[in-house]
């Protein structure tokens, strides 16, 4: 605030004129007046939104000083005005204007408005956690479900996962508009904006030609994360992936094209056509969005945590983390040091590294956090032992993202992806695929510890599935990840070749490997393909480095194309019951919490 002081000069008092008579002798001069009152003005400079002058300006203020404290008191002030710059409102946008009369929604949209669930009423979730295990299919929460209840000393078919025990259970539907069997990037689009789309495009609708920038503008899907912060809800993504991989991206980028991590992964008609690298979208967030949707108010995502650091750091040695595994960590050729423009736009918030700084994180004072533990995407649950700096566990993520994220009143939304079990999978090795699937479990487990199911509505379920099977007549509590042993026997049984199985296989994939104890399934790819029949008499397949049989040779084991699980507790839980359009998981969110109404009631319209 600027003051600026007037003086108003004491009048002294004129001698007084009179007829008749002569004039008297001039009288002795009067003492001195006091001095007069200052008078005071004071000049405020008014931000964009300020109720009398919408477009910013400046608010004058004038009066006397009575206290002649040299300041102007809110009682002293008498006169006020303002001098505005022009405005003119921006027009209220409907948020899912452009998407409204896409059947994909509104279908969905009709299947959430006709289902009941007993005393729900829209808008009863404060609170959404959205849990994607990539590359979960049922398969494979049956085998993990298993897994773990063997490591516990059970059977282990008796045993239930955490989110097992959820009240409510349904199906998804999983293909892509232009696939049978799809991808993580038009999956979780469909997931995070209620609309199905094509493979391999992040965040736009089916109208995009795939790597096509020219293509994005007037297809872009606005999201359950993007709804949740204008409604003023805090929000976070966490993954064990890259940040910038297809499914944490599907909460927060518009891209053609799912592989633009960085700008060195883009082609340069993209860049000249204006289009922006996922990695900076994420760290302008809060701009594009207020620049896409005017007259919205964000503060930005809350809380990133995952992997991915090359997107963010420029191609440069010099840039390299401290625990940098790669002689040059960044891949960005346009010089840009976005952890440093983070820390830019959030001053108060906390860019991490490794698990020294993911410890002192303290969820209490902390608004915003970047965490980003790997060049690349995080270590497999089973590996984390072996990571140069340390790195948080899934569940350890989720925690403190819930103790961030709950200092706010008007709730929050979180998506917590477990990526990895899509990447084992890939590597056709089960062992990392279910430890990190059981890993999702005690997140969800904790989630469900630290939130109240009155008000918080948590989702479980994979963007698709995988070509994994669980095969044979293994007898009772036979190791899932061993050989079958029949009823009755306790020695392998054999196949027509006379060679003995394991359970678990692969429909396609890289196929054999036996690296014993080795807890990186990506190891696997540093050997040629070797598919079909092994004789696996003298093999242990129960070792983290065993990787299983697959049939038909692929340097990388394929999605499968069936339904997926959504397992769902809390307000409009029962939402997700019978088998999905998988976009409609979104609706089932929209409802709960009243987003896109929530959403557009904060649209400020001066
Ligand atoms: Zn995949």
């Known amino acids: 605030m600027k003051?600026?002081?007037?003086?108003?000069?004491?009048?002294?008092?004129?001698?007084?004129?009179?007829?008749?008579?002569?004039?008297?002798?001039?009288?002795?001069?009067?003492?001195?007046?006091?001095?007069?009152?200052?008078?005071?003005?004071?000049?405020?400079?008014?931000?964009?939104?300020?109720?009398?002058?919408?477009?910013?300006?400046?608010?004058?203020d004038s009066g006397a000083d009575s206290d002649s404290n040299g300041s102007l008191e809110s009682s002293e002030i008498t006169d006020t005005t303002f001098t505005c710059e022009p405005f003119t409102a921006p027009e209220q946008i409907d948020l899912i204007g452009n998407t409204k009369d896409n059947v994909w929604f509104s279908e969905a949209q009709a299947r959430v408005a006709a289902a009941t669930q007993p005393n729900l009423t829209r808008g009863a979730a404060k609170n959404v956690i959205l849990f994607v295990g990539d590359g979960m299919g049922i398969s494979t929460v049956t085998a993990a479900r298993i897994l773990e209840g063997q490591l516990n000393g059970k059977s282990g078919e008796e045993h239930n996962l955490s989110f097992d025990l959820f009240p409510y259970t349904g199906l998804?539907?999983?293909?892509?508009?232009?696939?049978?069997?799809?991808?993580?990037?038009?999956?979780?689009?469909?997931?995070?904006?209620g609309v199905k789309t094509d493979v391999g495009v992040i965040g736009v609708n089916e109208n995009i030609v795939r790597g096509d920038c020219t293509t994005v503008a007037g297809n872009e899907l606005v999201t359950a994360l993007e709804l949740a912060e204008i409604a003023g809800k805090s929000t976070g993504v966490l993954s064990?992936?890259?940040?910038?991989?297809?499914?944490?991206?599907?909460?927060?980028?518009?891209?053609?094209?799912r592989d633009w991590e960085d700008d060195g992964d883009m082609p340069a008609a993209a860049k000249t056509a204006g289009c922006e690298d996922i990695a900076s979208q994420l760290v302008n967030f809060e701009p594009n969005l207020e620049a896409r949707i005017a007259g919205i108010n964000v503060d930005g995502i809350d809380v990133v945590m995952g992997g991915g650091r090359r997107s963010f750091l420029p191609k440069d040695a010099a840039f390299n983390s401290p625990d940098a595994v790669?002689?040059?960590?960044?891949?960005?050729?346009?010089?840009?040091?976005?952890?440093?423009?983070?820390?830019?736009?959030?001053?108060?918030?906390?860019?991490?590294?490794?698990?020294?700084?993911?410890?002192?994180?303290?969820?209490?004072?902390?608004?915003?956090?970047?965490?980003?533990?790997?060049?690349?995407?995080?270590q497999y649950e089973a590996d984390r032992k072996n990571d140069v700096a340390g790195e948080p566990s899934l569940r350890d993520m989720t925690e403190k993202a819930i103790k961030v994220l709950d200092n706010n009143d008007k709730g929050f939304f979180l998506m917590v992806e477990a990526g990895r079990i899509d990447h084992a999978h890939h590597a056709g090795n089960a062992y990392n695929a279910l430890t990190d699937a059981v890993e999702l479990s005690e997140a969800v487990a904790k989630a469900v510890e630290l939130t109240n199911s009155e008000d918080t509505l948590i989702i479980v379920t994979a963007d698709h599935s995988h070509v994994f099977?669980?095969?044979?007549?293994?007898?009772?509590?036979?190791?899932?990840l061993g050989k079958v042993v029949s009823i009755g026997s306790n020695s392998p049984a054999l196949a027509a070749d006379g060679m003995p199985y394991t359970t678990l296989g692969y429909t396609n994939g890289l196929g054999f490997r036996d690296l014993g104890d080795e807890t990186d399934a990506d190891e696997g790819y540093n050997y040629a393909i070797d598919a079909g029949r092994q004789d696996l008499l003298l093999v242990d397949t129960q070792s983290p480095g065993f990787h299983q049989e697959a049939l038909i040779p692929i340097?990388?084991?394929?999605?499968?194309?069936?339904?997926?699980?959504?397992?769902?507790?809390?307000?409009?839980?029962?939402?997700?019951?019978g088998t999905n359009e998988q976009n409609v998981i979104f609706h089932v969110m929209d409802y709960a919490a009243d987003l896109v109404n929530k959403a557009n009631s904060k649209q400020v319209a001066p």
């Open 240 to 257: 064990t992936a890259r940040i910038t991989h297809a499914t944490p991206a599907a909460t927060y980028a518009k891209s053609a094209d």
């Open 469 to 480: 099977t669980i095969a044979g007549y293994p007898k009772r509590g036979n190791p899932i």
């Open 3 to 60: 003051h600026f002081k007037v003086a108003i000069l004491s009048a002294a008092i004129a001698g007084l004129t009179a007829c008749g008579g002569d004039d008297g002798r001039n009288g002795a001069n009067g003492s001195n007046g006091s001095d007069g009152l200052n008078s005071l003005i004071t000049q405020t400079q008014l931000p964009v939104g300020d109720s009398n002058c919408p477009g910013g300006g400046v608010q004058f």
């Open 555 to 577: 340097d990388s084991e394929t999605h499968a194309g069936e339904d997926v699980g959504i397992y769902a507790k809390g307000p409009g839980a029962a939402l997700v019951s």
């Open 172 to 193: 998804a539907k999983t293909y892509n508009v232009d696939a049978q069997t799809p991808d993580s990037a038009g999956t979780m689009s469909a997931i995070m904006s």
């Open 326 to 378: 790669s002689s040059v960590e960044g891949d960005r050729t346009d010089g840009r040091d976005l952890t440093a423009e983070w820390k830019t736009r959030y001053p108060a918030g906390n860019y991490i590294f490794d698990k020294t700084g993911f410890n002192a994180i303290n969820t209490e004072t902390t608004t915003k956090v970047l965490g980003l533990f790997n060049e690349s995407h995080m």
